[in-house]
């Protein structure tokens, strides 16, 4: 989290959270809204990070006037629609994420996915595919061997999961640039978006996507991925939060249609920029 998140000039704290403003509901409204009040303000506090947008702003802007009969669900995917919005318009393409000393390795590394770690899918590397479709010129599939032909890079950075743990780890791989480039994917496209061999499925902007340190991850540390980190592919993306970071990708797909993600359809706000 840093400043550029924050769009009121006076407010520089992290705990602080806009007022919740209604904009004189309908009495039957009202009454909706204020029975959700906590609820309201939890999720302001997570959607709008430090922006200070409220939601009577919201009402304006989003064209949900939460006065006939909108529902609350529909005003809270409003609002994290709209934070999409800001955050992609305040998004630098170049501005790195913090990278780290060897020496600040978490060990152990956490494991985390939506399911327990006996679970973890087990998949053979010798006869893996990765799957290209979409906006890309060449759509062939990649063998690992591949993959690893193709120029690769390594960072030291911080994994940030909203379930409220973060944890620096060493990942190698193929710039993501490099590949979509190598794919000749459409990179004036809006999305890329990712199915993985366990149902997992995550999406990703185009201007994230092209970050410099945005990467298609083959190692952890000096090792091929471990099955439990992602084996045999995973993205890694340190200008995200975890979850828009998925393992075991067994398709790429460019396209100009929101493929949206595991948790982001259940209502994790889809950009999740850090
Ligand atoms: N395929 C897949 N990718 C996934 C997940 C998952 O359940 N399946 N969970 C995500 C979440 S919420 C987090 S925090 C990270 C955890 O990655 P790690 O096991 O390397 O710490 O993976 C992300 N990518
Ligand atoms: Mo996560």
Request: hydrophobic share 35%.
């Amino acid at each position: 989290m840093n400043d550029r998140h924050n769009l009121s000039a006076g407010r520089r704290d992290d705990t602080d959270v806009a007022p919740i403003e209604t904009p004189r509901p309908a009495k039957r409204e009202r009454i909706v809204l204020a029975d959700h009040r906590p609820q309201l303000e939890r999720l302001q506090r997570r959607l709008f990070l430090r922006s200070t947008l409220s939601v009577g702003a919201l009402a304006m802007l989003s064209g949900c006037n939460m006065q006939d009969g909108d529902s609350v669900d529909k005003v809270l995917w409003a609002m994290s629609r709209w934070n999409d919005r800001v955050q992609a318009w305040l998004f630098s393409g170049t501005k790195l994420a913090p990278t780290y000393a060897a020496s600040q390795i978490t060990k152990p590394f956490p494991f985390n996915a939506f399911y327990q770690e006996f679970d973890v899918p087990e998949i053979d590397g010798a006869s893996y595919a990765l799957e290209v479709s979409g906006l890309v010129a060449n759509k062939r599939s990649w063998s690992l061997a591949q993959l690893r032909t193709l120029p690769q890079a390594s960072q030291i950075t911080r994994h940030v999961c909203i379930e409220g743990w973060s944890a620096i780890g060493e990942w190698r791989g193929v710039p993501f640039r490099t590949f979509l480039e190598r794919i000749g994917a459409d990179t004036t496209a809006r999305y890329v978006g990712f199915k993985c061999a366990d149902r997992y499925y995550s999406s990703l902007d185009m201007a994230t996507a092209l970050h410099p340190q945005t990467q298609l991850t083959l190692d952890f540390g000096s090792e091929p991925l471990p099955p439990k980190y992602g084996y045999p592919l995973k993205l890694r993306v340190p200008t995200k939060l975890g979850f828009k970071n998925p393992k075991h990708i067994a398709e790429i797909f460019v396209t100009n249609t929101n493929p949206g993600g595991y948790w982001e359809d259940q209502g994790y706000n889809w950009f999740s920029g850090l």
